[in-house]
């Protein structure tokens, strides 16, 4: 099995960049496709973005589209969220998931980084 470690997520200014990672051990990070989420305080978790196995098609949730960008590097075992143009909206723990296909649950999570953005 993958376990999924996160880092990244800090206190950051309106209009700020930051970038979550993901880093795999267990298993090679080309196994699975890979996904990004988020829970805001007293809210649900959502969806945010996914990326296929080898980077070749990505997904955005409408609201962060053209702000956020996933990406992965299967060479060094690691996924990532670039999160551009932060808003306070923004805040939420993020997690990163894994699944081994397409159609498949994500099965694997990482611990969660919180990101707060400060107006």
């Known amino acids: 099995q993958v376990q999924l470690v996160q880092s990244g997520g800090r206190l950051v200014q309106t209009g700020d960049s930051l970038r979550l990672s993901c880093a795999a051990s267990?298993?090679?990070?080309?196994?699975?496709?890979l996904g990004w989420f988020r829970q805001a305080p007293g809210k649900d978790r959502e969806f945010v973005a996914a990326i296929s196995r080898f980077g070749g098609n990505t997904y955005y949730a409408d609201s962060v589209k053209g702000r956020f960008t996933i990406s992965r590097d299967n060479a060094k075992n690691t996924g990532y969220l670039q999160m551009n143009s932060l808003r306070v909206e923004d805040t939420a723990i993020y997690y990163c998931a894994a699944r081994t296909s397409s159609t498949a649950p994500y099965d694997f999570w990482g611990q969660g980084t919180q990101v707060t953005v400060s107006s």
């Open positions: 267990g298993r090679t990070l080309g196994a699975y496709s």
